[in-house]
């Protein structure tokens, strides 16, 4: 049984800052995601943050106040913290004190199941560490990731803290080599599939969208074993890996899904840079699937947020459709469509086909309707053509077997001297 701890969260609320107390619902969210109970709030209005201590120092104060009368454990900052800042506010109020993104690595560092992205969340740990060795103590041990207890020790002379500091750039050094090796595996992968010749969707979009629970519908709309299934759960980061499957249509056409990591405001970005191999995936898509919870008020805080960080992966202009998911909690006809936009309830599995429709429209493209007559001594052809393409008519005539099929425009090149 994980034991409850409480915190206090704080945060600054700048002028001009529409989406304050989304922030904060969502720090609370991500708090209860590993396990930490929200024992109270403090906010203050400022134009900016604090250089020394992030919010004033009345405002120090009236959090240890807090601290104190409500017992908690530790109080969680809403912004990043410079390595002066954690120093300063862990004086004052002789606490552990912890900040958004040590919260988001956290969380990270538990879900992280594969060994990439084990290795990616320990990475994006010791790099947010490195800076920060003179002030953090107690709050270290809880982001795991085997570095250990060596940084409780808050009174270690210099000698100490070299020692920590070479032994951190060492294991980056040693986790960078391993990644790299990984990349290799995985950008050999990407080339097999691109020899495949077959284009790529990717789901993308805020945590919770619904992404994972997309991929599952279309596996089971197109017919695919349930073995399959990714995982889908209503937790922020359910995914940090990134999936590919291969579905195939009625029609013959087939595409690759991918489903990987959801984003967040504020998303560190240690963690983003060490994400990026997995995150990159979707810039060699040919569709972006970009879901959205549209159920949630800040939707469109939401959707900036993803189109930001994709900008920043290298994602641009990739086609996109944008599908507003969870209709059924929103109150608004569904399923329907309009230019880029698609409404469904994935939950439901309402839209789905509507989805497929519309990813089909997308993606092949450069189809056409052929008419051929193959030669009866190249059966093979026929049989391929069954088994890979969309045959419309089949009729028998006397030089061969006469086909109407749609087909792309490389194979409709290939099979152009049958073409009658
Ligand atoms: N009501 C409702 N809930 C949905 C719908 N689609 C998904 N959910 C729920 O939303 C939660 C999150 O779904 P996921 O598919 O795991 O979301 P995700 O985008 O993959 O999330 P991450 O992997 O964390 O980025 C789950 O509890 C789903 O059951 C929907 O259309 N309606
Ligand atoms: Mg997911």
Redesign the pocket.
């Known amino acids: 049984m994980e034991q409850q701890e409480k915190a206090i969260l704080v945060g600054v609320h700048k002028q001009l800052d529409h989406h304050f107390e989304y922030e904060m619902e969502e720090l609370q969210n991500l708090a209860e995601a590993i396990g930490i109970e929200t024992a109270g709030i403090v906010t203050q209005n400022v134009e900016r943050i604090h250089a020394g201590t992030y919010v004033g120092t009345g405002k120090v104060d009236e959090i240890k106040g807090l601290f104190e009368a409500l017992d908690a454990d530790l109080v969680i900052f809403n912004d990043e913290l410079s390595p002066s800042q954690i120093r300063n506010l862990e004086a004052a109020l002789e606490c552990e004190v912890m900040d958004r993104t040590m919260l988001i690595l956290a969380i990270f560092s538990r879900r992280a199941k594969t060994r990439e992205a084990k290795m990616q969340v320990e990475l994006a740990q010791h790099q947010y560490m490195l800076p920060r060795l003179v002030g953090l103590r107690a709050s270290l041990s809880r982001q795991g990731g085997g570095t250990g207890g060596g940084f409780k020790n808050r009174g270690a002379g210099e000698t100490k803290l070299e020692l920590d500091r070479r032994k951190i750039e060492e294991q980056i050094s040693r986790i960078k080599r391993e990644l790299e090796t990984v990349k290799g595996q995985r950008d050999t992968q990407r080339k097999r599939r691109q020899k495949q010749g077959l284009p790529v969707v990717s789901?993308v979009?805020?945590?919770?969208?619904?992404?994972?629970?997309?991929m599952?519908q279309l596996m089971r709309e197109t017919g695919r074993e349930e073995d399959k299934q990714v995982?889908?759960?209503?937790?922020?980061?359910?995914?940090?890996e990134t999936s590919v499957r291969q579905v195939k249509l009625e029609d013959q056409k087939e595409f690759l899904l991918t489903?990987t990591?959801?984003f967040v405001s504020k998303l560190p970005t240690h963690l983003i840079k060490a994400f990026r191999s997995t995150l990159e995936e979707a810039r060699d898509a040919d569709l972006l699937l970009h879901?959205v919870?549209v159920?949630n008020e800040e939707y469109r805080y939401m959707m900036d947020i993803t189109s930001k960080t994709l900008e920043q992966i290298g994602v641009e202009d990739v086609p996109t459709l944008y599908v507003f998911?969870?209709?059924?909690?929103a109150g608004r006809e569904y399923p329907t469509y309009k230019d880029d936009q698609l409404w469904?309830?994935?939950?439901?599995g309402v839209g789905i086909s509507e989805l497929v429709d519309q990813i089909k429209q997308r993606i092949f493209t450069d189809y056409q309707t052929v008419n051929l007559v193959i030669p009866f001594d190249q059966g093979d052809i026929v049989s391929y053509l069954n088994a890979n393409a969309n045959v419309l008519e089949t009729e028998y005539e006397e030089t061969g077997t006469r086909l109407k099929v749609e087909v792309s425009s490389k194979d409709a090149a290939r099979l152009a001297q049958f073409q009658s």
């Open positions: 789901l979009g805020y945590t919770n969208a619904g992404k994972s629970t997309i599952n995982f889908e759960k209503d937790m922020l980061f359910a995914t940090l489903d990591v959801g879901v919870d159920s998911n969870k209709s059924d909690l469904i309830s994935a939950k439901e």
